[in-house]
């Protein structure tokens, strides 16, 4: 009863919710009257752009440290996954291989249907801004522009890259110290929780954003700017959807014989509970118990569910390739292939830790288009008032993969018991929903019951 009152007091969450509900509303509100303002008085509408500038700058005050803490601390998680051996190595494995996948699948999606190519908002912008950054250096001076002047000269110049390059370096540094290294984690792990509390509440002026840039796009284009938006909205659902039943499916099949529908199916609840909170986040807990439910062993559930969380992002993937090559062409100045794939280079690194926070996965787009053609950075605007409506597939895309990861790696560990599975699946061994506290991971120390699928401190 304690531990139930305990839950029942400690009631942020569902306010949580229901904060994130009134912006994804107000956002949809401020989207509706950037386009009629777009289209009853152009002329207005344009001298709104500064809004959205405004709000892009906002974003990119945000990308360094962002990208700083979460390299560092993803590097910390590689090193205690990769402790537990053959669970760790496989997990890790396979998340940067499907990350990868995904990233290259968003990239060819994009490439065939040229996302923001009829748009062509300040065509000639793109080009006087290379040459004014000295677009024509050489492979030197790149290179050697990687390195910051002092280590923390990356933070105040802005610099992406530099940034990248130095959190490299910390992770890697403070991998080799070892425990020495577990207090400075923790002290990045608290300035990466202030950051993100600092960009959750730069995402509150998101909707006053999506106003200034949508008004100045329709003022701009006209109807084209909705025809492209729509475009590579439904163009992005599409791919998701293709990816995890074809992809992931294919691979579940062939790997398990596990049907893709039934375990999605099985996953019902908690796929509607992330529709109504465009966070995958929110369902982390209840995939924990049902992985265990479901007959995956607790370790491997405990080692692969976390980690993926932060490294297996398929849906935020798709989304970062697809964006930036709609922004790149919707300035009529798109991304060459050797771009496209430093693009990616960089994305499968800097997109580790995007999911959860909203608003993460905006500034790593905008750090991405930031650290490789910093003229794109301001068409971040663009994509601000669908982002929220784009939120929803990558987080459902993001926990699919996921519950995927899961079976597979416990399939591969011979860490499954198929037996239980097929009960499960039947229906003969339903989920008990009362044994699941909605606020946590899990607190019972008890080892016994199959249904409850506790797991313990998961996240440490």
């Not at 601390?73 to 998340?95: E, N, P, T, W």
């Not at 000639?124 to 950054?133: D, I, N, Y």
């Not at 599975?421 to 008990?432: C, H, M, N, S, T």
């Amino acid at each position: 009863m304690a531990a139930t009152e305990t839950g029942a007091g400690q009631q942020p969450a569902p306010k949580r919710r229901d904060r994130s509900h009134y912006l994804y509303l107000a956002v949809i509100v401020a989207v509706a009257l950037g386009i009629t303002v777009g289209f009853l008085a152009p002329g207005v509408a344009k001298d709104l752009k500064p809004i959205g500038t405004g709000f892009v700058n906002l974003i990119k005050m945000l990308i360094s440290p962002i990208i700083f803490c979460t390299i560092v601390l993803g590097i910390g998680s590689v090193r205690k996954a990769a402790k537990v051996g053959a669970v760790g190595g496989l997990a890790l494995g396979y998340f940067m291989v499907m990350s990868t996948v995904a990233l290259g699948i968003g990239l060819l999606v994009g490439n065939l249907i040229h996302p923001g190519t009829d748009l062509d908002i300040d065509a000639h912008k793109g080009e006087g801004a290379k040459q004014a950054a000295g677009g024509d250096e050489g492979t030197a001076d790149f290179l050697l522009g990687i390195i910051p002047k002092t280590l923390v000269s990356a933070f105040t110049e802005g610099s992406v890259l530099q940034t990248l390059f130095v959190a490299l370096l910390v992770g890697f540094a403070l991998q080799a110290m070892g425990r020495a290294g577990e207090p400075v984690l923790r002290g990045i792990g608290h300035i990466q929780r202030l950051v993100f509390r600092i960009l959750a509440m730069v995402m509150w002026v998101a909707p006053v954003g999506a106003f200034g840039a949508i008004a100045a796009v329709v003022g701009e284009t006209g109807g084209k700017a909705l025809a492209a938006l729509a475009t590579i909205m439904i163009a992005f659902y599409i791919t998701c959807v293709l990816f995890v039943f074809v992809v992931l499916g294919a691979i579940l099949k062939l790997c398990t014989g596990m049907n893709i529908f039934r375990l999605l199916g099985y996953l019902g609840r908690e796929f509607l509970l992330i529709l109504s909170t465009s966070s995958s986040e929110t369902a982390l807990p209840r995939l924990i118990a049902k992985m265990e439910h479901l007959g995956v062993s607790r370790p491997v559930v405990g080692i692969t569910v976390p980690t993926g969380y932060s490294f297996n992002l398929d849906g935020t993937a798709i989304y970062l390739t697809m964006a930036s090559l709609f922004i790149a062409n919707a300035l009529g100045d798109p991304l060459s292939v050797g771009e496209q794939i430093a693009l990616l280079g960089f994305m499968i690194i800097a997109s580790k830790g995007a999911a959860g926070v909203t608003g993460a996965g905006l500034a790593t787009l905008a750090g991405g288009l930031q650290s490789h053609r910093p003229e794109l950075v301001d068409g971040v605007g663009l994509i601000v008032g669908i982002d929220r409506f784009m939120s929803e597939a990558r987080a459902l895309t993001n926990f699919a993969g996921n519950a995927v990861a899961t079976v597979l790696v416990g399939t591969w560990t011979k860490e499954i018991d198929k037996e239980r599975v097929a009960e499960v699946f039947a229906g003969r061994l339903p989920f008990d929903e009362q044994t699941l506290l909605d606020d946590g991971h899990g607190h019972g120390p008890d080892p016994e019951p199959a249904p409850a699928g506790t797991a313990p401190s998961l996240t440490k």
